[in-house]
């Protein structure tokens, strides 16, 4: 492989980068292999002894900023003319009714879900909560019940210490379904982020 | 070793030695080879990473009809290399720890 034939091959695995990082990177190599050649390695030699070009540019790539990675991804490096930006903000504008209510609509039914997910969450508790609220309740009537009728005092108690058991006995699956709901709401939040960006063989 | 590691060292040997004198990137490569494993594809992002956060800056130098891009160490870089020293300080103490358990054991 020649001296040009490496460059343009790192040249197009680079090309989805900005105009800038690319000629950084072509002049480094550029650099590393002239000097090869004066230290006394042939053309051949010089261009040779690196990994091949595409694992050099995937590395070069993975080590930018991610920012700049997702841009150079989602948008194409050929800025858009000046004529073409005004054309693009004037259907912006004029689609406006049209759009604008889609994404509304789409906002508002990702909100429900989340909302439902949660709802389900409190449900869950609040019931857990209320079946201890009453066991403890029952206790503390039953300690108005004793001067009255013992018999029935002591069934509140019991029955109190029985509904407090149950709560602390479900409270714990409750947590662990709240943890399922949770991670559920994760992935759902990720699914969305994934329609966004096209993620390719980077990693 | 360790990659994150590496990463590190490696940054700090560059800077290192860098504060000798400027250089440039075939240099750095060969100075540093005979001390650790880097080849010029490491040292390349190693040095972008550096300029970035301002520890290095860089000039271009003619040189037999091209340009080679030299470069220098910042009042950062310098004061990153005496981080690297100070931290490592702590690592040495518990290597030398470590290694005494270890020679005790085999006892």
């Known amino acids: 492989m020649t001296k040009c034939e490496f460059l343009e091959a790192l040249r197009n695995a680079l090309s989805q980068l900005p105009q800038s990082e690319i000629e950084k990177s072509v002049a480094y190599y550029e650099e590393i292999i002239d000097d090869r050649i004066e230290e006394g390695m042939t053309e051949?030699?010089?261009?040779?002894?690196?990994?091949?070009?595409?694992?050099?540019?995937?590395?070069?790539?993975?080590?930018?900023?991610?920012g700049v990675l997702v841009k150079s991804k989602v948008r194409p490096q050929k800025s858009p003319s000046d004529g073409v930006k005004w054309l693009i903000t004037a259907l912006l504008i004029?689609?406006?009714?049209?759009?604008?209510?889609?994404?509304?609509?789409?906002?508002?039914?990702?909100?429900?879900?989340?909302?439902?997910?949660?709802?389900?969450?409190a449900v869950l508790f609040v019931t857990v909560l209320s079946i201890g609220i009453s066991g403890i309740a029952c206790v503390i009537a039953s300690l108005f019940a004793f001067p009255l009728n013992i018999l029935t005092a002591f069934a509140a108690v019991g029955g109190g210490l029985v509904l407090v058991g149950l709560a602390i006995f479900a409270f714990f699956p409750a947590k662990h379904a709240a943890k399922g709901l949770i991670w559920l709401t994760g992935r759902f939040a990720r699914g969305i982020k994934s329609l966004f960006i096209r993620r390719e063989s980077v990693i | 070793m360790d990659a994150q590691l590496k990463r590190g060292l490696l940054e700090a040997c560059v800077l290192s030695v860098l504060s000798q004198s400027d250089s440039y990137g075939y240099k750095i490569v060969k100075d540093l080879s005979g001390l650790v494993e880097i080849s010029e594809s490491t040292l390349y992002p190693i040095l972008k990473r550096l300029e970035v956060s301002e520890c290095l800056t860089v000039y271009a130098v003619e040189h037999n009809g091209r340009l080679r891009k030299f470069y220098s160490i910042t009042e950062k870089g310098r004061s990153a290399i005496s981080d690297f020293l100070e931290n490592w300080k702590d690592v040495i103490t518990v290597y030398d720890f470590i290694r005494e358990g270890w020679q005790n054991d085999k006892m």
Request: aromatic share 12%.
């Open chain 1, 94 to 121: 004029l689609g406006f009714p049209v759009w604008f209510p889609i994404v509304l609509a789409i906002a508002v039914v990702i909100l429900s879900v989340y909302i439902v997910i949660w709802s389900v969450i």
């Open chain 1, 44 to 66: 051949e030699e010089a261009a040779a002894g690196f990994e091949d070009a595409g694992a050099i540019a995937k590395q070069i790539m993975l080590d930018l900023p991610l």
